[in-house]
């Protein structure tokens, strides 16, 4: 249930929106035109959520608030947006010596934005992460790395998207276009795991509003309905199966098959 409210007093410009999901709710308020600030709240049960959102809408409308017919040119929705997204990965390269100032660049960046540009850009994060939830991205990783966990590779799909969008988006039709980029991590003794990536928008969050992770993923959850299921990936190929990765990887398996990056 969504329901939005406008108020038009004088100079006074002013739009309250309250979204209820489930025992939650989140509420975002702002002057009409802007994106607004959001804040969270979660309950004992559905009931007793709908019941106090109720009584919010109503104490508003008390006060002079009234129901909006639409949402158009009231609520700024998220300046972040595909493109920004790639751009801030290239422009945080830019902003220090290694990764560490780099990715504290972009938390401190990002805790500057409006918390709904903090989350879209962790959602368009997350559904990019999605795409190269593959069988033969992590057969590449396995061999690459000598074999590969599931949180090594949500590592390694954190380094795949920080390579940048033209390097990504090959890498999903083929990994062996990711081989130059693994001899060069090779020369600094490197492996091709971003961890930290994973939670830049928390992380800003955090920054922004001293709330942790916990709050942080309650209002993500809330306001976009990502529950954070990893896609189900039917493998085929199998790690004992040295001959089969061989012919699925030449290239790959001849730099590093027997010679893996050490982790």
């Not at 802007?34 to 804040?39: D, E, F």
């Not at 972009?106 to 999605?130: C, E, G």
């Not at 954070?228 to 790690?239: A, G, K, R, S, Y």
Request: net charge negative; with cysteine.
């Amino acid at each position: 249930m969504e329901t939005l409210l406008i108020y038009n007093e004088g100079s006074s410009n002013k739009f309250w929106k309250i979204r209820i999901v489930g025992n939650s709710f989140a509420v975002a308020y702002g002057k009409v035109g802007t994106v607004g600030s959001v804040k969270t709240k979660e309950f004992e049960s559905e009931e007793v959520c709908r019941r106090e959102g109720e009584k919010l809408i109503q104490s508003k409308l008390k006060k002079g608030y009234v129901f909006a017919q639409s949402s158009h040119q009231i609520v700024k929705e998220s300046s972040m947006t595909d493109e920004y997204f790639w751009e801030l990965l290239e422009k945080c390269k830019e902003k220090g010596e290694d990764i560490e100032e780099q990715i504290e660049w972009l938390i401190t960046h990002l805790s500057r934005k409006p918390v709904k540009d903090i989350i879209k850009f962790d959602f368009i994060f997350n559904r990019y992460y999605a795409k190269s939830y593959t069988s033969h991205l992590w057969a590449a990783a396995y061999i690459v790395m000598g074999g590969c966990s599931d949180d090594c590779f949500d590592y390694f799909g954190a380094w795949l998207l920080y390579l940048g969008k033209d390097e990504y988006g090959a890498a999903i039709e083929n990994p062996e276009t990711l081989l130059p980029y693994f001899k060069l991590l090779e020369e600094q003794e490197e492996i091709p795991q971003l961890e930290e990536l994973l939670f830049v928008a928390s992380s800003a969050y955090e920054e922004k509003t001293g709330l942790d992770d916990e709050e942080y993923y309650k209002l993500y959850e809330q306001l976009t309905n990502d529950d954070f299921i990893q896609p189900e990936i039917e493998f085929d190929w199998d790690e004992d199966d040295e001959e089969g990765l061989r012919n699925k990887f030449p290239a790959l398996w001849a730099a590093y098959g027997e010679r893996p990056l050490d982790c």
